[in-house]
């Protein structure tokens, strides 16, 4: 990859989780918490939103050690979720806006290539935009389908956590001690399992396989 695509990726990376994050923030203080609004969170700049680990080692390590992927995470939002107004659904719907902004994103860039790009296709600067929007439309439906699987600290945790009844504490207890553990084994065992979904999903939304 040269120096170029490198930037573009880590552009489109770091805007991707930036929105994920903000996504976040707009729902709790949709809710009722305005913990993030007040801590200046709620901004796409991406320094506000930077964590080292999942957002500089983690998608390095990945682009190094050349496996075809790129991804990771943005610190946190703060949320408090004693102001939440929804004390049964808040934390799942606090959840779930950060991958579906990441789908919203998908959407967004994958129809554009889908109807009004591909037609004109045979020009070269259009040609390039397709490659680039297909960027923006595989590392959000990356960070919108891993996200969502049920593993602490992953937001798929917490929409499980919000329906599993009260007799379920010892499995939440289980996951939450050791998911950091089972995220890292998924992360760079298991990700050959999500990537041919991502494919799928990729080629329904803009009609053409990601690297055609």
């Known amino acids: ?23 976040h923030g707009v729902m709790a203080n949709h809710l009722g918490d305005p913990t993030a609004k007040n801590q200046g969170r709620l901004t796409l700049n991406p320094l506000k939103h930077l964590d080292f680990f999942g957002s500089i080692l983690v998608p390095g390590l990945l682009l190094l050690s050349r496996v075809g992927i790129i991804f990771g995470w943005a610190k946190p939002v703060p949320i408090n979720l004693e102001n939440i107004q929804d ?13 579906l902004a990441n789908l919203a ?6 129809l554009l290539i889908r109807f009004a790009l591909i037609p004109f296709s045979g020009n070269e600067f259009v040609v390039n935009l397709i490659m680039v929007m297909g960027l923006f439309v595989w590392v959000n439906l990356i960070l919108a389908i891993f996200n969502l699987l049920p593993i602490p600290p992953l937001d798929g945790s917490h929409i499980l956590f919000t329906f599993l009844p009260p007799s379920a504490d010892r499995f939440k207890l289980i996951l939450q001690r050791y998911g950091l553990f089972i995220l890292l084994f998924v992360m760079f065992f298991c990700f050959q399992w999500i990537i041919p979904l991502v494919k799928i999903i990729f080629q329904l939304i803009t009609g053409q396989q990601f690297g055609a």
């Not at 990859?1 to 996504?23: K, Q, T, W, Y």
């Open 105 to 110: 994103i998908a959407l967004f860039f994958g």
């Open 87 to 99: 004390k049964r659904y808040g934390q799942a719907k606090v959840a779930v806006a950060g991958p």
């Open 1 to 23: 990859m040269d120096l170029l695509s490198l930037l573009i990726l880590l552009f489109v990376f770091l805007f991707s989780v930036s929105v994920h994050e903000v996504a």
